[in-house]
Structure formats: C-alpha cells, structure tokens
C-alpha cells in the first residue's frame, strides 16, 4: 500500500486581539493555581478558603496540607456509606495530623463542654467543629501536630522570688503558663536591679525555656533583656553562666562562646577564673575546634588546683582526641585515668568519666560502666545526667540484642522528659531506631520527624534523616528529596565522622538498587572513596553473612544501616559543677 505525503497544514494565525484574549485566558488560570492550593488527600486543586489557615511556621502556603471537607471526613469517620459518625479522640487526632494542627488535652475539655452546651440549645455543632474553631485562634499559631500534649507537654515555670520589694509585681503572674508572663517577670526584676532574683528566675524557667519549640527565639529575648541598659561589669557572672548553659542546652554552641567571651573580659576571682576557663575549654571542643580544645586544656592543667577542672580538661582532651581519629591516644589517656580513679571517684564529674566508657569498651561492659554512672549521678540528684546516661544505656542494650529493653529504659525517659531538654532529637531517634530493629513500624516516621524537628547541628541531621531513608527502603518509599537533603548536608558538614556517610552511601544506593543502576554504581564508587568498610557492612554491599561473635551483629541484621545518637561529650551543669580551688 502507498502512502502519500500531504504538506502540514500551516498554523492558524491569531489576530492581535485574539492573542491578547488567549494571554488574559492563561493569566487568569495561572493566578487561579496561585489563588488556590491542592489537597493531599483528595489531590483536588481548590479554592483557599476551602482550607483551614496553617499555623506551621515553615508554612509558605499558608494552608492547611489538607482541605475542610477531607478532615471533617476523618474527624467525623465518613466512609463509603457517608453516613456521619460522632468524633472521638482518635478521629479527631488523625484530622489534626493531616492538618499539622496540635492536640491540647485543654482544648479538647473546652470543645466536649462547647458542643454539649450548643447541643442542648438545639444548634448543630459536635465536638470537632467545635476543637477546630478553637485550635485555630492566634494564641496557637506557630504550633504543629509534634507540639500535641502527647509529643510534649506546657510546663510552667516555678517562680520563686527572693526578695519581698517585688514580690506584689511577680504575683500577679503566678499560676499562668504562658512565656509571655515568664518574661514580663523577668523584665521587672531587671528594671527593678534584683539580679539574685532574675538569677532564680531564669534557674527556675529553665525547664518551661527548653521544652519549648520556640527556645531559641525565647533566649535571645532574655538575653536582650538582661544585656538591656546594664553596663557589662554590673551582670551578675551567675547570670551570664546560666545564660550560657541556655545556650548549650540548644546546641547554639557558638553564642554561648560570644557570651563566656563577655565574662573573659570582666574582672573575675579565682573561683570563676577556673570556671570560665572550663566552659571555654568544653565550648571549644563542642564548637568543633579539637586541636584548640587540646591546647587550651593542656595550658590549663598546668596552672589549675581545682581536681573538677583537671578531670574536664582531661576528658575533653580525650574525646577531642577520639573525634580527630587517634582513637588510640584518646584510649590510652581514658584508661590512665581508670587506672587513678581513686583521685576523682568523690567527684560529680566522674559521672562524664563511666559514661564515655561507650568510647573504648566491648558493649556488655558499657552496659555496667553506664548503669555505675546513673547510681553515680543519683547521689548528686542530677536528672539530667541520669536521663542522658540511661538513653546511651538504651542504646547499647539494643546493640545486644535486648531491643525490648532500650524500648522500655526509652518510654521511660520520656514520662519524665522535662529532665531531657535539648536531646528531644537522640531520645526520639533512638526510640525510632530500637523499634526499626525490633521489626516494629508504628509510630516509627512520627518519632523520626519529631526528632529532625529538633536537631540542631549538622550530625544529628543527617543520622535522622539516613534513619528516614533506612526506613523508607523497609517500606518501598521513594522520595527524592530526602536523598537531595543529604547530599546538601554531607556537602556542608561541619564534623569528622566518615561511618555516618558510609552509611548513607549504603542506603542510597539500597534505594536505587532496582531502580537506577547508574545511580547505584556511582554510590558504590563515592563508598569505595571513602576507604574500607568495617566488616559488618560487608552485608548491606556484598551480602555477606556477620558473624554472631562480631559486637555490631544485631546491627546488621535490619536490611540497611540505622544511626543512634548519644551524649558523650561534657554538659555544662550549672547545679553541680561548682570548679572550687
């Protein structure tokens, strides 16, 4: 059969009008797309007043990922037959996470009281419009779903004046539990020159401070406040300490530095010489500056009485010295000070000591250097340093093979997790993790993101968001961002560490390995660059089997490689770090 060619028939031109009214046609579909915003659920592209407005800061759309009527179908538990049910709890929150809108045990009592009293007047409301009108006043804008009261809780601060001259002002803000009030406190004492009194203020607020996902907002306005009309001499030294512990204990490591540099240059005795002279050795190190951190801790350790700060100096050397790769020196210094423990066994700081033996030892004996630690740190009645020590205990039980335990030891610390301010990323990663290893999903990605909500510094990122991509292999998800976030972080990274990207490596290419081969290929050369594998992760590369004698066994036996976080550097302790000659 013979095809003839026909010539294309030519375009037909538009007149000028016509163009113009084809612009103005696409123009007004292009605002209506920015007008607009499309639902998760029902992938509907709708008006915005169709959403609810978003009180996520990170936001850029202003509304809601969902529309009205897709949650008003989960709150009200509407399914093929669309008959309504009564909301209840469960309802209800699934809403409010579709919604990234919190959960408040308050407003929940206020709308179960709301829609009752409107159902006895015979008006149609239930206990979801009701929670969703009153969730969606000012006072909660800039909370998400991780701000609901089972992520974390409000915790108010326990005012505690010394001095009787102001005691009317700070009373009338007792008993409310909001930061506002906390700062309007603060703000008289400081107008008024009661420093000791701004002292117990900013001890006492320091719970409320940093369980707040707004900390670090909170602290720069404290520190304005107290900077505010006061020459530098006249700032109680207690004072800018406690703001520098405020500081470390958001990992803002950096203008906790700029702080203590404020106190270098004021007059100071030899108490708070040995003091200041601590922080800048354990703030260097947690700045990343190693071989400073070293130098300055040798200087001192020739100058210093104090057997507090010669310990601290000794420690920072020893894990300054690890972070660097001299592993070897870093044990040998560790194991010298074993060797003395006579000498500091009667000090608070000796607590550092048995929990960075997770440094050196075989996993079963950190589990009883960790647990020596917690009974150490009992005596001194510091929870903090408890907490911190049972999470690493956590950890390690999980390491051999006990994951119920870590589990437990984890949920554990999190009914008493005001003690555990500014770790909220390693205690819920680690969560996370133990039940990836146990072979449990629930509730694994919500503690995941609840961490990288969190994390602050570059480490901690990029191990929850491997862990993301460890769990997202598990399940067959695929998302291509996430692997663009990780390439940026181990681009820019401030840290030494290679095993956490050999990790990542390993999972990229597991995420490519059915998919893209020329991807895959090239993670596997980036990995190879890195330089030899330990031989465990000869599994998740080669298949190979892992012996059970090898202390990373039950590591590897998930399908790809997972990060735990710990602390094993120093902590700033304001309430048991005393440095006296």
Not at 118 to 137: D, F, H, P
Not at 536 to 563: A, F, H, Q
Request: proline share 2%; net charge positive; aromatic share 12%.
């Amino acid at each position: 059969m013979t095809v003839i060619a026909t010539e294309k028939e030519p375009a037909t031109k538009l007149t000028v009008a016509q163009a113009k009214k084809k612009i103005e046609t696409l123009e007004e579909k292009v605002q209506k797309l920015k007008d607009g915003a499309w639902c998760h659920l029902c992938d509907t592209h709708k008006d915005k007043d169709k959403f609810y407005v978003s009180t996520d800061p990170m936001s850029k759309s202003g509304v809601t990922p969902i529309c009205r009527e897709c949650a008003r179908k989960i709150a009200l538990k509407i399914g093929k037959d669309k008959i309504e049910h009564p909301p209840d709890k469960t309802s209800v929150q699934l809403a409010l996470r579709y919604l990234n809108k919190p959960f408040l045990e308050k407003v929940w009592d206020s709308s179960v009281q709301e829609a009752e009293n409107l159902a006895s007047g015979k008006v149609k409301s239930n206990v979801w419009t009701a929670y969703i009108r009153q969730i969606s006043m000012v006072n909660y804008v800039g909370m998400t779903y991780f701000d609901s009261d089972f992520f974390t809780q409000t915790i108010t601060s326990d005012i505690q004046p010394s001095d009787k001259n102001i005691d009317a002002k700070i009373d009338k803000h007792k008993g409310q539990d909001t930061y506002d009030d906390y700062l309007k406190s603060l703000k008289f004492s400081i107008e008024l020159g009661k420093n000791d009194t701004l002292i117990d203020l900013i001890s006492s607020g320091k719970i409320m401070i940093l369980s707040s996902t707004n900390a670090k907002k909170y602290i720069n306005e404290i520190e304005k406040h107290v900077y505010k009309g006061i020459v530098t001499n006249s700032i109680p030294d207690e004072l800018l300490f406690w703001l520098i512990e405020l500081y470390q204990g958001i990992r803002d490591y950096k203008k906790a530095l700029i702080i203590l540099n404020n106190l270098k240059g004021k007059k100071n005795n030899d108490n708070t010489i040995d003091k200041i002279s601590a922080y800048d050795a354990i703030l260097t190190y947690q700045n990343g500056h190693h071989e400073s951190a070293i130098k300055k801790c040798k200087q001192e350790l020739a100058f210093t009485n104090s057997k507090e700060c010669k310990l601290i100096y000794l420690m920072i050397q020893i894990t300054s010295y690890y972070s660097m790769g001299e592993k070897e020196k870093a044990k040998q210094m560790y194991m010298n000070i074993i060797k003395n423990k006579k000498e500091y066994l009667h000090l608070f700081e000796y607590g550092f000591v048995l929990r960075n033996s997770e440094l050196f030892n075989s996993y079963y004996d950190i589990i009883n250097d960790l647990e020596e630690s917690i009974a150490h740190f009992s005596k001194y009645g510091a929870d903090r340093q408890i907490y911190s020590s049972k999470n690493t205990l956590a950890v390690h039980y999980a390491l051999v093979g006990n994951n119920q335990k870590g589990i437990d030891i984890l949920k554990e610390i999190l009914k008493n997790k005001d003690q555990f301010l500014g770790m909220e990323d390693t205690l819920y990663n680690n969560l996370a993790v133990i039940k990836m290893l146990a072979g449990e999903n629930d509730g694994v990605l919500d503690y995941l993101s609840f961490a990288k909500k969190y994390a602050d510094d570059d480490y901690a990122q990029l191990a929850i968001n491997n862990n993301i991509l460890a769990y997202n292999n598990i399940n067959n998800k695929k998302d291509y961002t996430l692997i663009n976030e990780i390439e940026s972080i181990i681009k820019n990274r401030t840290f030494k560490s290679i095993r956490i990207i050999q990790f990542c490596y390993i999972n990229i290419m597991l995420f490519y390995k059915d998919t893209n081969k020329n991807a895959y290929e090239e993670y596997y050369s980036k990995l190879k660059q890195l330089g030899k594998l330990e031989d465990y992760m000869y599994k998740w590369t080669e298949g190979k089997k892992v012996s059970k004698k090898n202390k990373d066994y039950y590591r590897s036996k998930l399908c790809c490689p997972i990060n735990f976080l710990s602390e094993w550097s120093i902590e700033i302790d304001n309430n048991h770090m005393k440095f006296k000659n």
